[in-house]
């Protein structure tokens, strides 16, 4: 029998952070709010102490089993953005390029012809920098967190040929060389 080697580690829980798996709902509490996930049948959290400890059914078959992993894995990050929360940034560049804030979507000055605001879930909070070419996001769901900024880098993808466009802060694009250069 397979035992995965990372849902046998136990995810050590703060104090102050509650983790509850009730009819297959895994949801974590703490300091900085509440993230739920769907937990597959078959997988069980036992809390002992300081630390929970997840395991897998022996009649699961060898898909579901993959899973004792995952949830361990998922469950870790829920404790995390509940005690420190993640955070993703993102940069415009281009000639009148800006992010702008409306309400709880971002908008994109000088991209688009027309006002095409991204609409953002409660869940993640936005601010700008000085110059308004820097987007953080912030979150306690990672997973949210990293489909939002993704959607949005792909929504106004770096030009290959200018450098124009959204990229993560810190990412290098590595421009063409234009038609007529030898």
Request: hydrophobic share 40%.
């Amino acid at each position: 029998m397979a035992i995965s080697r990372i849902g046998k580690r136990p995810v050590e829980i703060p104090a102050g952070v509650n983790v509850v798996l009730k009819d297959g709902l895994l949801v974590v509490k703490g300091p900085k709010g509440e993230v739920q996930q769907h937990v597959p049948a078959g997988v069980s959290l036992k809390i002992e102490g300081k630390a929970a400890h997840l395991s897998a059914s022996d009649d699961l078959g060898r898909s579901q089993k993959a899973y004792h992993g995952l949830v361990r894995a998922l469950l870790a990050n829920m404790v995390k953005g509940v005690v420190e929360g993640y955070e993703r940034k993102l940069q415009i560049q281009g000639v009148g390029y800006t992010f702008r804030l409306v309400g709880n979507a971002v908008g994109f000055k000088g991209v688009f012809s027309f006002d095409r605001p991204f609409p953002l879930p409660p869940v993640v909070k936005a601010e700008l920098s000085d110059k308004d070419t820097v987007l953080t996001l912030r979150s306690v769901d990672k997973n949210v967190l990293g489909r939002i900024t993704a959607d949005i880098h792909r929504m106004v993808r770096a030009d290959r040929y200018k450098g124009k466009g959204v990229r993560y802060l810190g990412e290098q694009i590595t421009l063409k060389a234009r038609k007529g250069a030898k």
